[in-house]
């Protein structure tokens, strides 16, 4: 199967650190609740949703990326209070593609360093000791410990995820 190069970017990146990852290929996948059906050894709320969203704020405007769980949902006036704005939206399918490359929504890893993105990672994320996540395409997965991804990437841990 080919993939988008992104994946050997991030392969690389985790072999050059020495981190420990197991990869999965499979049908592509778009959601969390699809991808969970099909990465054995992994619960819902072990897969990451790396968001990508378009922040206003006075006149400019600005993307970052939110990290939660799988299983959950961020709350919107987090965000909103988060990153003192009064509007934002998910990126566009365009505009994901512009910013990552040819990465389409539902494949878009958790590493917006890798982007120039500012990440802020929901704390609720840290009750995993793995995480898993599409590593840049819909048909490929990567399984790895959180600590090495929150060493890799660096985000701001927050309170975004709403309330179960």
Not at 10 to 20: A, P, Q, R, V
Not at 58 to 75: A, E, P, Q, T, W
Not at 99 to 127: A, E, H, R, W
Request: contains cysteine.
């Amino acid at each position: 199967m080919k993939f988008h190069p992104l994946v050997e970017k991030i392969t690389s990146l985790l072999k050059d650190n020495g981190f420990w990852f197991e990869t999965f290929e499979h049908e592509p996948v778009r959601t969390s609740e699809e991808a969970s059906k099909i990465r054995i050894g992994y619960k819902l709320e072990q897969g990451t949703k790396a968001l990508i969203v378009k922040c206003y704020k006075n006149h400019d405007s600005f993307f970052v990326m939110l990290i939660v769980r799988g299983s959950d949902k961020f709350n919107e006036k987090k965000v909103k209070d988060l990153l003192n704005i009064k509007e934002f939206r998910f990126a566009t399918e365009n505009e994901v593609s512009e910013i990552t490359n040819g990465v389409l929504p539902g494949g878009v890893p958790p590493f917006g360093n890798l982007f120039g993105l500012k990440v802020f990672l929901d704390k609720k994320v840290l009750d995993n000791e793995k995480v898993v996540f599409n590593a840049g395409d819909r048909k490929f997965s990567i399984g790895m410990y959180l600590p090495d991804l929150v060493k890799l990437v660096s985000p701001e841990i927050v309170e975004i995820a709403a309330s179960s």
